[in-house]
């Protein structure tokens, strides 16, 4: 299956999003369809066997509207500027229509002052009310300015489907041709008794405010894009690059991979990259989040985008176009933006009955009050107010727009999240379970002892840090890295090893200098059928020291040559610094907290309490971890459950059942980010890991996962104000419109007041969704 994200134009309701989604889904070899009106996106997955692109496309043609593919690359070369001008032209469009309409309405609205108040106006010119000048004025309004309601209503007949253009175009037209036939015919209607009043002002002002809740909600919907518009903004225009010696500047699509770029204090990283040559502080906070510049010195990897401060240097470009992070960002943002939220069905079915049922109620309507009446002006004024009033895009818009601003949101705090589904389940997190490397610890590891059975200062000692360091720097694995780093610093020269092989979640083994070596676990060794229980030339236990570094909360990788014991390293991983606030924020929040990890229990129960987790699974091998995530899903009714055999914990306590997150970094944590009801993957953690998530933290700050709960719980409290207030909007508007109130006050609504209603029906919808864009997460200080 391949997936693509579609642009699509002349959408004008959440009836035309439910159309286009119902054809492309009947197009063979079609998987999943989603269309959100708010982001004006479809979400295509599809068999490229069975169909392609352009039969997606002709479907979406053949309704009447436009389907264009969203192009990363297009984007990240500044061609994202075309959208905004398309944008921008739509205003201007209808804003040069509201203006026409404004002006008629002034004039018409004004003329038909005594008409409306009964009342006599000395003075006033009565000439304006003057039915075939009002027929002169409302006709270009009717079919100019309304052109589009017109269009699409047609579109929508073609093939046998409604949208709410057909409701406004049911409503002006049925004011328009009553009274052009009274202006044409009032002897008929005064010879039955009826008053030869004409309505075009209804449909004049019923359009124009239409339009002109269409023009807010336009620039309101601009807004809600604002974070994506950031985001490229970002990106540099050109990179000056090294080639034939001499330094150039191109434009930043011609930069190409193993390109040599120079920065300069000030400047923008241009791509992605290495640092070669030189060093800096380099400001990542438009990207990650991170509040604090980054040093770097060459071999570090800067991204594209950020802004340099202080040193120049050089990099070689590693990634560029829509390999960058940025673009990605920018297309994880899209993709998220585009998506919908379970909490939308609802809505989408509401919507899928909404124009035929207001038809119905508007032909009830007529029928009711002719019938009671027998007034066929009465009878029609709440017809058109019905269908006016009548407005599914409140309901349309309610949950993609505060989508939208609250992936926008996130992205601003270095939080991509993948999909609208992820941020809704989110805030129903319930259990949070945390790795302990890399995600509770900077998973940068340094040695901190040194033990052998020979013991200290002896030259075999540097033999077998040789032996170990040439085997491990064949890992990927931080505490292999802190043991290499650790024999470099010694002074150590490493040698080939051969045969290198890294069993998960217990160690390594392969041969260096024609000797057979073992680096892991003490359990690992156990298994393998190597003795422990050996001791130093001064007759001290290994395993004893052993476990009070254990104790102390260091990892210990046992060193085993030609499968006999020969010591062991202590490996010391500092916490991140904010790894104790951030647990204790999460319990604030009525979180509980989890560590998982693949340490002994010792180890892991001294990092656990430095950060305040009662709850730890210890020794957990990788193929594990989604087994403990299961387990904590399936735990219920305050009753625990049985355990999966086989995995070590301690102080496992009963709870209720649970929503469970998981937070990793590695590839081992993988299949339990997959397992998890939401997956964190930290954004500093491996590109498999990243892809396993839902919620991706780029910086590595765990910050972010309070952040993301929190921006969650205010975009779902926002979602739930908005389609409270579309459906009320709907209920108490369409009645009320019915006349229900008139036996009890004589009171009707006046369809220009229906027309204003509906328009700024959607416009408050999207205007509470805006106000997402000041949220701010609450930090809480650590408990003392």
Known sequence: ???????????????????????????????????????????????????????????????????????????????????????????????????????????????????????????????????????ILATPVQFWCGASFYRNSWKALKHRTATMDTLIVLGTSAAYLYSVVITVFPGFF??????PDVYFEVAVVVITMILLGRLFEQRARGKTTEAIQKLIGLQAKTARVIRAGQEVDIPIAQV??????????????????????????????????????????????????????????????????????????VRLVREAQGSKAPIQRLADQVTGWFVPVVMAIALATFLIWFRVTGNLTLAIIPMVGVLIIACPCALGLATPTSVM???????????????????????????????????????????????????????????????????????????????????????????????????????VQGIVADRMIHIGTRSWMTELGIDTRVETLDGTSLEAQATVLEADGKTTAWIAVDWEIQGFVGIADTLKSTSASVVSTLHRMGIDVVMLTGDNQQTAAAIARQVGITRVYAQVRPEQKAAVVQALQAEGQGQRKPGKPGIPHFNLQPSTSRIVAMVGDGINDAPALAQADVGIAIGTGTDIAIAASDITLISGDLWGIVTAIQLSRATIRNIRQNLFFAFIYNIAGIPIAAGILFPFTGWLLNPIIAGAAM???????VTNALRLRRFEPVMYAIDQ
Not at 43 to 64: K, M, N, R, S
Not at 475 to 482: K, R
């Open 759 to 765: 328009a700024f029906s959607s416009v408050s919808v």
């Open 190 to 195: 005064s010879a039955q008794n009826l008053m």
């Open 405 to 507: 601003v609250g992936t926008g949101k996130g992205a601003e705090h270095g939080i991509l999240i993948k999909d609208a589904t992820s941020l809704e389940l989110a805030h129903t997190i319930q259990t949070i379970v945390l790795d302990k490397t890399g995600t509770l610890t900077e998973g940068k590891p340094a040695v901190t002892d040194f033990v052998t059975v020979l013991g200290t200062a002896h030259q075999n000692e540097f033999k077998l840090l040789r032996l170990a360091a040439s085997m491990e720097r064949n890992s990927e694995h931080p505490l292999a890295e802190a043991i290499v780093r650790y024999a470099q610093a010694q002074g150590v020269d490493l040698t080939e090893s051969r045969q290198f092989e890294a069993i998960a979640g217990s160690g």
């Open 1 to 135: 299956m391949e997936t693509t994200t579609l642009k699509l134009q002349g959408m004008s309701c959440a009836a035309c999003a439910r159309n286009i989604e119902s054809a492309i889904r009947a197009v063979a070899g079609v998987n999943q369809c989603s269309v959100n009106f708010g982001a004006e996106q479809a979400t295509v997955q599809y068999d490229p066997e069975t169909t392609d692109l352009t039969a997606i496309q002709t479907a979406v043609a053949d309704l009447g509207y436009t389907a264009l593919p969203l192009s990363v690359q297009e984007i990240v070369a500044g061609e994202a500027d075309t959208e905004k001008a398309s944008r921008l032209a739509e205003e201007q469009r209808l804003l040069r229509r509201v203006a026409v309409g404004g002006v008629i309405s002034l004039v018409m609205v004004i003329g038909s002052i005594p008409a409306m108040t009964g009342l006599h106006i000395p003075y006033f010119p009565m000439w304006l009310h003057n039915p075939w000048l009002q027929f």
């Open 256 to 329: 190409v991979v193993g390109d040599v770029v120079l920065v300069r204090p000030g400047e923008k990283v241009p791509v992605d990259g290495e640092v070669i040559e030189g060093a800096s502080t380099v400001d990542e906070g438009m990207v990650t989040g991170e509040s604090l510049p980054v040093s770097k010195q060459p071999g570090d990897e800067v991204i594209g985008a950020t802004l340099n401060r202080t040193g120049s240097f050089r990099l070689r470009a590693t990634r560029v176009g829509k390999d960058t992070v940025l673009a990605q960002i």
